[in-house]
């Protein structure tokens, strides 16, 4: 495709487009990525963001409205020249189903091209069982398709996961029978939904799957690179490198919860951050000052009256995350940390507050700053972000398709 400056394309700014020879699936992500950033652009727009010639823009973008995946919008007229045309995506265009599972909820959304959630189920329990978890999954998934069109189940584009890694690991936290814990170490949860439902599986960290909703979704489309945090029942992360989601060679990129923090107690030994920054420490905590934590796992906007112990908690926190960020961010230059979690907004903004004031006040001499910012998407963003990654997998703008023999 013809070049609007005719220049040498670099491969080091993702977001420009390309004139080699094996480029059009990675021009047709970038185009979608740009409008899913932008809400809207006509084809000018997309010829000055990404560098392609509009005649090339031109082409890409009706070749993407042809398969469905953009629709036109209302012309907007100017003082000169032919009406510009914006177009969007199609929230019809494509369909995913994510799978979150929790401590105590299992939840499925059906998302459509648009990011739109068009069907919510969830069930909750004591703690997840291999059965439990398959029988739910079983009704929830046949539910949804059966209420699809035959055209819309068509277009639809796979299955994600969002799941704590090795949750047999994790025992003492998840507060699961020994037996029940153990049964999952020969339960592989994506073979059997590609066993059941004959359709493409994307199983991620819950923590990881949470960072793609960010990237998707959230605050993190303004920013190339990150570090995201999660707090749920066990702090998790993710990065996005390039502005593309990072899960590393074997999936545990970002696994912030077992980094090595010091002691907050004098003489003590090292604990891994989640031993220090998990929800699940707060629920001890309300416990033993003889309160109810199961406000804290049912999405409730306001956790003010829980008091002195929450304040107790963010402290602990946010003791232990700013040391963990000041060892992360020495590693890699990201340029934002962004943080959200299984809480109210008011908690996350004190949390985000605290962090930053922390680490301000570290010896951080030789790196440089990081701006440490919150996400928007709260509780449900792991879900989300699970039912974003067939979408991402099919249609996120990902360089390594420069290079793949399915590229032509």
């Known amino acids: 495709m013809e070049r609007a400056d005719q220049g040498q394309p670099s491969l080091g700014d993702p977001s420009r487009g390309t004139n080699q020879t094996g480029i059009k699936l990675y021009n047709e992500r970038l185009v979608l990525s740009l409008v899913r950033a932008h809400g809207s652009l006509s084809k000018v727009e997309i010829s000055r963001l990404t560098g392609l010639s509009t005649q090339a823009s031109s082409v890409i973008m009706k070749q993407l409205e042809g398969e469905g995946l953009l629709i036109k919008g209302t012309p907007q007229r100017g003082k000169v020249g032919q009406p510009s045309v914006p177009m969007s995506l199609n929230p019809e265009g494509a369909f995913s189903i994510g799978l979150k599972l929790g401590r105590r909820t299992a939840e499925l959304v059906l998302m459509d091209l648009s990011g739109a959630v068009r069907r919510f189920i969830s069930t909750t329990y004591r703690y997840p069982t291999p059965s439990l978890l398959l029988a739910f999954l079983k009704q929830g998934v046949n539910e949804i398709i059966d209420n699809m069109t035959r055209l819309q189940f068509s277009r639809m584009r796979g299955i994600g996961i969002a799941a704590p890694s090795e949750m047999w690991s994790w025992e003492e936290e998840v507060g699961a029978p020994h037996e029940v814990v153990e049964s999952w170490k020969q339960f592989d949860l994506k073979a059997e939904l590609e066993q059941m439902f004959a359709l493409p599986v994307h199983s991620y960290n819950d923590a990881t799957a949470a960072c793609a909703a ?11 690179d990150f570090l995201y945090i999660f707090f749920a029942t066990l702090i998790g992360g993710g990065v996005v490198l390039d502005g593309s989601l990072y899960p590393g060679r074997r999936g545990y990129a970002g696994s912030i919860g077992s980094a090595p923090v010091p002691s907050m107690t004098p003489g003590g030994q090292p604990k891994r951050l989640i031993q220090c920054a998990s929800i699940y420490l707060l629920e001890r905590m309300i416990v033993a000052e003889g309160g109810d934590p199961s406000l804290i796992w049912h999405k409730s906007d306001n956790w ?13 926190t946010t003791d232990s995350l700013a040391l963990a960020i000041g060892s992360f961010i020495s590693v890699i230059d990201f340029h934002h940390v962004v943080i959200d979690g299984g809480f109210p907004p008011h908690v996350r903004s004190v949390v985000v507050e605290k962090t930053r004031e922390k680490l301000e006040r570290l010896e951080m001499q030789g790196v440089a700053p990081v701006e440490v910012v919150e996400g928007k998407i709260g509780s449900d963003a792991r879900v989300l972000g699970a039912a974003s990654l067939p979408l991402l997998a099919d249609y996120a703008r990902d360089r390594d398709v420069l290079f793949s023999s399915a590229a032509s």
């Open 214 to 224: 960010e990237l998707a979704f959230g605050e993190g489309r303004k920013y190339p």
């Open 304 to 316: 003010a009256h829980i008091g002195e112990v929450l304040d107790r908690w963010i402290e602990q």
